[in-house]
């Protein structure tokens, strides 16, 4: 639904060709979110189907489709921002799917969740040192990608720290410590000194 109507609000500001909706959703999205070329005309092609957009005939030395959204598009796509995201029934969620599953394998819950939190924490310095060199003004899109990311991964090492804390409080592990995972939270990311950024993200804002 995202490529879908994202299409249809950026050809509500003109005509243009499927190549041309590919780049400017990866601008507009900061390049965070690639968008795969066969996913763009097979979304193109239904919507055409349901007449929300049309093809206008190009010329002869010109082999592109360009593509312009109707009036029932626009309806659509006005639509679309009026309307709350739903987000339905939680998302299979594979860290939770994990811890879950490790209660009854043999396997130590803490140690999932402290390995995973100390990957969570790294994150957080990953985007808080990328949010340090970031024009707020001139890059506002990628300011706002930051901030949902720095959010919701902060929300993944508190969810951490409960489900930690839920697993000790049950008893039914060992009381021992695992010295080799240390114990870090998100407010420790905000103190601690910022790693390097990975080469994903890096790459991203190019």
């Known amino acids: 639904m995202v490529v879908r109507n994202g299409l249809l609000v950026m050809l509500d500001s003109g005509p243009k060709y499927g190549y041309q909706l590919k780049m400017e959703f990866e601008h ?46 626009r309806q659509e796509a006005r639509m679309w921002f009026a309307t709350p995201v739903d987000h339905g029934t939680p998302r299979r969620n594979e860290l939770i799917m994990k811890v879950i599953l490790s209660l009854d394998s043999g396997q130590d819950p803490r140690q999932v969740i402290q390995i995973q939190r100390a990957a969570a924490v790294k994150r957080l310095q990953e985007y808080t040192l990328l949010k340090t060199d970031v024009d707020t003004d001139s890059d506002l899109a990628w300011v706002i990608m930051l901030d949902s990311m720095l959010i919701e991964t902060e929300a993944e090492v508190r969810w951490l720290d409960l489900v930690e804390a839920r697993v000790v409080q049950s008893g039914r592990f060992s009381a021992e410590n695992l010295a080799d995972s240390p114990h870090f939270t998100a407010a420790d990311a905000r103190r601690t000194s910022a790693s390097e950024p990975s080469k994903e993200l890096k790459e991203a804002k190019r």
């Open 28 to 73: 507009r999205t900061s390049n965070v979110w690639a968008l795969n070329i066969g996913q763009v005309y097979t979304t193109l092609a239904r919507l055409e189907r349901d007449g929300l957009i049309e093809h206008l005939d190009s010329d002869a030395a010109d082999s592109h489709q360009l593509y312009r959204i109707t009036d029932l598009g």
